[in-house]
Nanobody, 124 residues
Framework: QVQLVESGGGLVQAGGSLRLSCAAS????????MGWFRQAPGKEREFVAT????????RYADSVKGRFTISRDNGKNTVYLQMNSLKPEDTAIYYC?????????????????WGQGTQVTVSS
């Protein structure tokens, strides 16, 4: 069974940075694309970033492009989300997710396994 465990969330001032990590187990992790999603209070969960199985292809939501970077270390079964120039509107619970496909995936229904989420709060 796939397990995804996020860490690295917290409280940060606007303009600051955080690095989220997602440790995966229970699957041949390096075969599958991964992604990050977020859900703010009262809003639907939304796509943030995705990375292909090899790490060679990535895609970002327009709202985070140029500020966030997704990466992965297949040797450590871990995916990361480096978040810079954080804004109050980035406040949300951030979820790591795994697909059953090699290429990038921006659609939530393509993901079959999810972590429990980590809270990110950006103060103004």
């Amino acid at each position: 069974q796939v397990q995804l465990v996020e860490s690295g969330g917290g409280l940060v001032q606007a303009g600051g940075s955080l690095r989220l990590s997602c440790a995966a187990s229970g699957r041949t992790y390096s075969n599958y694309a991964m992604g990050w999603f977020r859900q703010a209070p009262g809003k639907e969960r939304e796509f943030v970033a995705t990375i292909s199985a090899s790490g060679g292809n990535t895609r970002y939501a327009d709202s985070v492009k140029g500020r966030f970077t997704i990466s992965r270390d297949n040797g450590k079964n871990t995916v990361y989300l480096q978040m810079n120039s954080l804004k109050p509107e980035d406040t949300a619970i951030y979820y790591c997710a795994s697909t059953l496909q090699y290429g990038i995936a921006t659609i939530m229904t393509l993901y079959d396994a999810w972590g429990q989420g980590t809270q990110v709060t950006v103060s103004s």
